[in-house]
């Protein structure tokens, strides 16, 4: 069948004797690739004449200054109209069907004396549950305006995210919007790609709605993807420590791979592969390993406190695009314990070389636990990672407590049992007493009225 999923732009506006090229873009699908693509105008609120399709078939009265391209890979097709005239002006559909009253979306044209004519629409592929950049052109070198990203619709166009903070609550912690450079250029990062994410965006500077050099985008997400579809969350407690192993395409070259701490469409940079950790995670982040012939880094935050707890993003530049991941932190104020021995291992926290200013307790967490970031597949254990440098020392004052606890929860099975037996016995015991003592009474009391009848015929 037929995907549902088709859009373009709403409105176009043109020129009298200039040109307008529209852009219309649907699911990759075989029943989509194949099928017929056409151009229609609406006449009289009625019925939609076909201009041109894929046919073959294009209206005499448009003949020599319309044309429709199919690219079926790319899952677009392209309408271009010449030589504008004023009568032009209407509302036309782009669909996809044997009849015109099949898959379409609608939009007006407007042809004016001095309009310029819309430029073509800029086209980004991301796959399933993997991420994209959007580059957004230069605007406002000031930097005092706020940066957009928004979806069009019929009417208007929602707002998805901005710089002072606002994320729509289907895009917490996957949208990232970066600082302007010096051109007032900036990017759009999007990671966790769904199916609904297709469709029109604009980025840009300023108002909603007064744009500053907006840029009309349409995202298309690929409905078939090699990525998994895992958790995105990941256990920790205070004071232990967690990896996060990040995965990035090996065939690749990327100048920088990092971690950063997100919030608010914005992402502060925490550690990066050239060396750089923010002042305020000194001693306590670091990138333990990298390994290139596999295309992964493991970054290990240790010293946890409660409020490391939420979004981080794992990221891996080359040139203008980043391929990037989210996953967010829980954290556990106690530690909490597994029945099961291959899901519970004993955390122990690394120590400073200063035992004396700070100290971490032992503590016990869940393991084994495996998170997917956008096209980075994540794996990550609370089992602490040497942490300790030249000059420092680690204690396992853990061994002990491990000891401790396996041979109390040993003995456990044992002593219950035992404990119900006597139970048992002692309730036994009462049982038997009270009956002997019952008996008992009941010969005595049986002896007694012997002895008072004796005594009253001895009286007679």
């Known amino acids: 069948p037929v995907s549902s999923t088709l859009y373009g732009s709403t409105f176009l506006t043109g020129k009298v004797g ?30 939609c004449f076909t201009i041109v399709s894929t046919t073959g078939y294009v209206s005499k009265d448009y003949a020599g ?43 007006n044209l407007t042809v004016l004396a001095d309009a310029g004519a819309l430029e073509p629409i800029e086209v980004v592929w991301g796959e399933l549950h993997g991420s994209v950049t959007v580059l957004c052109p230069p605007g406002d ?21 901005d710089t002072d903070g606002y994320v729509g609550k289907n895009y917490q912690g996957r949208i990232f919007i970066t600082p302007r450079e010096s051109s007032g250029a900036f990017k759009i990062l999007i990671n966790d790609l769904k199916k609904e994410d297709s469709g029109l965006y604009k980025c840009g500077t300023g108002r909603l709605g007064s744009w500053d050099s907006p ?3 349409a995202l298309q997400v690929t409905t078939v993807s090699t990525l998994p579809t895992r958790t995105k969350f990941l256990s920790g407690t205070v004071g232990g420590s967690v990896p996060v192993k990040c995965h990035y395409d090996p065939k690749g070259s990327y100048e920088k791979k990092y971690l950063c701490r997100w919030k608010e469409a914005s992402c502060e940079l925490l550690v990066d592969s050239d060396g750089f950790v923010h002042e305020s995670y000194k001693g306590r982040i670091r990138i333990a390993s990298r390994d290139q ?20 993003w794992c990221g891996a530049k080359n040139g203008h695009t980043e391929h990037t991941s989210s996953v967010k932190l829980l954290l556990q104020k106690e530690a909490c314990s597994s029945q099961d021995p291959e899901t519970s291992t004993l955390v122990k926290p690394a120590l ?22 956008t096209g980075i597949v994540t794996e990550s254990t609370s089992t602490l990672l040497p942490t300790a440098t030249p000059g420092t020392f680690v204690t396992s004052p853990g061994e002990t407590y491990s000891e401790s606890s396996s041979s ?16 048992v016995i002692i309730i036994t015991i009462l049982t038997l ?13 049986r002896q007694h009225s012997l002895m008072v009848q004796a005594s009253i015929n001895i009286s007679k």
């Open 65 to 107: 200054r319309v044309s429709l391209e199919d690219i079926p890979k790319n899952g677009t097709f392209t309408v271009t109209m010449t030589e504008l005239k004023k009568n032009d002006t209407g509302t036309y559909r782009c669909g996809i069907g044997t009849t015109n009253r099949d898959l379409f979306v609608s939009l």
């Open 352 to 373: 400073s070389s200063r035992p004396t200013t700070y100290s971490t307790p032992t503590q016990r967490s869940i393991t084994a636990l495996t998170y997917v970031t």
């Open 215 to 217: 840029q009309v985008v």
């Open 408 to 423: 109390e929860s040993g003995l456990l099975p044992v002593v219950l049992p035992v404990l119900i037996l006597l139970i």
């Open 18 to 47: 200039g040109s307008v090229t529209h852009q219309c873009f649907y699911s990759i699908t075989p029943a989509n690739k194949h099928d017929r693509k056409y151009w229609c105008k609406i006449v009289e609120n009625k019925a």
């Open 141 to 161: 070198t000031l930097g005092s305006g706020k940066r957009f990203w928004c979806k069009l619709g019929t009417t208007d166009c929602t707002l998805i995210a």
């Open 433 to 445: 007493t009270k009956m002997k003592l019952q008996k008992e009474t009941g010969k005595l009391a």
């Open 293 to 312: 012939e596999n295309g992964t880094y493991t970054v290990v935050m240790s010293h946890l406190r409660e409020e490391d707890a939420g979004w981080y």
